[in-house]
């Protein structure tokens, strides 16, 4: 297998506080991208999603691991960090990643192959937090996102499987809309980094079970959103595990 190709995480801590400059460093990292299959049998896959606690004055992070083959859950990591930045469109990465690479590197084994929730290279300016979070550190990565952020597609049909591809106002493929499940909303998928287009929706169909969204950022969105705990009423937060 290729070894990891990572960019220095300084890179989320230039941004000064000006949109423009982290715009310019998304357009740089995005130059990094790699859309070829560059990663060898999978073992080990991840799951990663992001929420707010507080008002969004906490950022959530959740990394969950699964066996690739039986898609039994292997470990699971939370971190919840100060938010750094607020919401801006098109720059979710600033915000999310830092939870995100403290939650990744705080488990004892390193995925194969991660599945985020939010687009890859489907993004203004090829640098969604998938991308993003690939560049960064070295591992193949797809998005899985629930709505387009950029482009346009024709008409999908109806059944599970069926998919058409996502083209940016260039006529270029960035991404696949994919319908996971009969008559479902579909989801938006590009990859990130270290696989290519076509490969993408074909690795997020070998993980849809019976729900929507690929077992990995199900897993994952349960974790970030609180939702088994809101379900069992009031208990102690979750820390790094």
């Given at each position: 297998m290729t070894e990891p190709r990572s960019q220095p995480r300084a890179d989320l801590q230039r941004w000064s506080g000006s949109t423009a400059d982290a715009r310019a460093i998304q357009t740089q990292l995005a130059d990094k991208v790699v859309l070829a299959d560059e990663f060898g049998p999978l073992k080990v896959i991840a799951g990663v999603d992001v929420g707010f606690e507080d008002?969004?004055?906490?950022?959530?992070?959740?990394?969950?691991?699964?066996?690739?083959e039986t898609l039994e859950p292997l470990a699971q990591a939370l971190a919840r960090i100060p938010t750094c930045m607020p919401y801006i469109p098109g720059?979710?990465?600033?915000?999310?990643?830092?939870?995100v690479l403290q939650a990744l590197?705080?488990?004892?084994?390193?995925?194969?192959?991660?599945?985020?929730?939010?687009?890859?290279?489907?993004?203004?300016?090829?640098?969604?937090i998938a991308a993003h979070l690939g560049v960064v550190t070295g591992l193949p990565t797809i998005g899985v996102a629930k709505k387009i952020l950029i482009g346009t597609h024709t008409a999908l049909g109806e059944q599970r499987g069926e998919q058409v591809d996502l083209l940016d106002k260039g006529g270029k493929v960035i991404g696949t809309v994919l319908r996971s499940k009969d008559k479902v909303r579909p989801l938006i998928i590009s990859p990130g980094n270290?696989?290519?287009?076509?490969?993408?929706?074909?690795?997020?169909?070998?993980?849809?079970t019976r729900y929507r969204l690929p077992e990995p950022t199900r897993l994952a969105d349960r974790l970030a959103s609180r939702r088994d705990e809101k379900r069992a009423g009031p208990q102690q937060p979750m820390e790094l595990q």
């Open positions: 008002g969004g004055k906490i950022t959530r992070a959740a990394v969950v691991l699964l066996d690739a720059l979710l990465s600033f915000r999310e990643l830092p939870a590197d705080s488990l004892d084994q390193t995925p194969d192959l991660i599945f985020s929730d939010g687009h890859g290279i489907a993004h203004p300016r090829g640098l969604g270290r696989v290519s287009l076509e490969t993408a929706p074909q690795l997020v169909m070998r993980y849809v």
